[in-house]
T-cell receptor, first 113, second 117 residues
Framework: AQKVTQAQTEISVVEKEDVTLDCVYE???????LFWYKQPPSGELVFLIR??????QNEISGRYSWNFQKSTSSFNFTITASQVVDSAVYFC??????????FGSGTKLNVKP | GAVVSQHPSRVICKSGTSVKIECRSL??????MFWYRQFPKKSLMLMAT?????????EQGVEKDKFLINHASLTLSTLTVTSAHPEDSSFYIC?????????????FGEGSWLTVV
């Protein structure tokens, strides 16, 4: 069975602090995809990153970085120098065949000025 | 711009009535679309897989007679909540897969907020 766990329900930081959102996944498949989405209060899902199971390279995009470690089945997301606009709910998701998604429970990030 | 569009974005309906939500792929054909439901402050849960030209596949625990899914064309899937009740109030979001030379890309719609009063 597929499962995604985001143990952090809610995190509060002060602007400019770094913050890491944890994601642990479970699957027996060898080919899979991992995603991070941002969900602002309006509800839409904003795509942040996609990783396939064969690519363990970490990635940096501006203030965002992702650490994928198959050995620990983790795909953590770090925001450097957080800003108030980063406040949202962040979802980690797992997909087998690029269609059906399994979402984690989400982490609500509050960035205070 | 959005490549998967949902309509309406917000709808309020009376208890006992039915409401239809549309999910359109704007510039690609999607033989398969997916419907998710999100309760307030909760995660997104897959409800069903919508297959063009055939019956939808529902996840365990989802009432197929209550949540009617029709995938009439390669660019349109509809979700109809029949005899809606307040507990059906939720955020509904669809997705479609777009084939590409470098692999598939999933696009999510903007979501639809349903409030049943």
């Amino acid at each position: 069975a597929q499962k995604v766990t985001q143990a952090q329900t809610e995190i509060s930081v002060v602007e400019k602090e770094d913050v890491t959102l944890d994601c642990v996944y479970e699957t027996r498949d060898t080919t899979y995809y991992l995603f991070w989405y941002k969900q602002p209060p309006s509800g839409e899902l904003v795509f942040l990153i996609r990783r396939n199971s064969f690519d363990e390279q970490n990635e940096i995009s501006g203030r965002y970085s992702w650490n994928f470690q198959k050995s620990t089945s983790s795909f953590n997301f770090t925001i450097t120098a957080s800003q108030v606009v980063d406040s949202a709910v962040y979802f980690c998701a797992l997909a087998m065949n690029f269609n059906k998604f399994y979402f984690g429970s989400g982490t609500k990030l509050n960035v205070k000025p | 711009g959005a490549v998967v569009s949902q309509h309406p974005s917000r709808v309020i309906c009376k208890s006992g009535t039915s409401v239809k939500i549309e999910c359109r792929s704007l510039d690609f054909q999607a033989t398969t679309m997916f419907w998710y439901r999100q309760f307030p402050k909760k995660s997104l849960m897959l409800m069903a897989t919508s297959n063009e030209g055939s019956k939808a596949t529902y996840e365990q625990g989802v009432e197929k007679d209550k949540f009617l899914i029709n995938h009439a064309s390669l660019t349109l899937s509809t979700l109809t909540v029949t005899s809606a009740h307040p507990e059906d109030s939720s955020f509904y979001i669809c997705s479609g897969a777009r084939d590409g030379s470098s692999g598939n890309t999933i696009y999510f719609g903007e979501g639809s907020w349903l409030t049943v009063v």
